[in-house]
């Protein structure tokens, strides 16, 4: 059998499972050309031609097995060969963090281009909510001047991004914090900073039950947010400010919750407008907000 004839039953079989994608992959093939090339120990960019190479019993065992692991029991393609990529950057994974999938490292890689609004060169970057610290990472590599400061909750989280962060070479360059939101932070000794970037738990709790299993062998506190999703992203708005440079911008990603943002701004921080950004990949899931619009629309708890 040769390698492409291996992918290609691989991603037959995932159809017929109906095996759930968005971790890394938006398709069977991909899925499966992914997880093939990684058991084989082959780069996930090689060239197709590649799949003309003959295949020994034993190498087809191992990525039989490995699909087995993928179609029976639902083990996310990352957490199986230990490695998720995001925009050309490679990052070790286990089920101590959320799979590396972001809108905001298009963003990162575009240089901010596709911001209706902009800032100057970014000196000092926060990650909150880093999780494997794929965009402190991401953004540590774009803007090479730059302090970054990566912010979890998650011990278990952090001992991954220090991991990926020392695989890059860039523990001089990033800090990693523990915190609960900004409760770690202050402003005299944190910042400020000219971009806050937040991938934070959106995902409501009422829905957690629908999510497929691949989602939810995930971490659930990377996951899933009370207040129908919106309990997190309120601390970001009501306490960035505080923690961000005059014209410096905070950017969220929250999925498919605009929805629910935009009700949470209208409810409890009457005037805020957020700028929703439309890219080649996404749009409804990235908004931005300007510093003085922070200060100017406070939070504004209901009565």
Known sequence: MTLGELIEIGAQQMHQARVQFGQGTLSAWDEARWLTLAIL????DSPENIHEQLLSATQISLVQAALDRRIRQRVPTAYITGMAWLKGYGFAVDPRVIIPRSFIAELLVQR???LPIS???????????TGSGCLAIIAADIYRQASIDAAD???EALAVAQANVDRYGMADRIRLVQSDVFSALTPNRWGPYELILANPPYVPAAKERRLPDEFRAEPRMALIA?????????RLLSEAAHFLAPGGLLIIEIGHERRSTEALLRREFPGLKAQWIRTQEQFDNVFVIRQEQLIQHPWSPPQ
């Open 41 to 44: 120990n082959y780069p996930v």
């Open 112 to 114: 901010l281009a596709t």
């Open 119 to 129: 800032s100057e060169t970014p000196s000092r970057i926060l990650d909150m909510c």
């Open 153 to 155: 909750l998650s011990a």
């Open 226 to 234: 009370e207040d129908r999703g919106m309990a997190i992203v309120r």
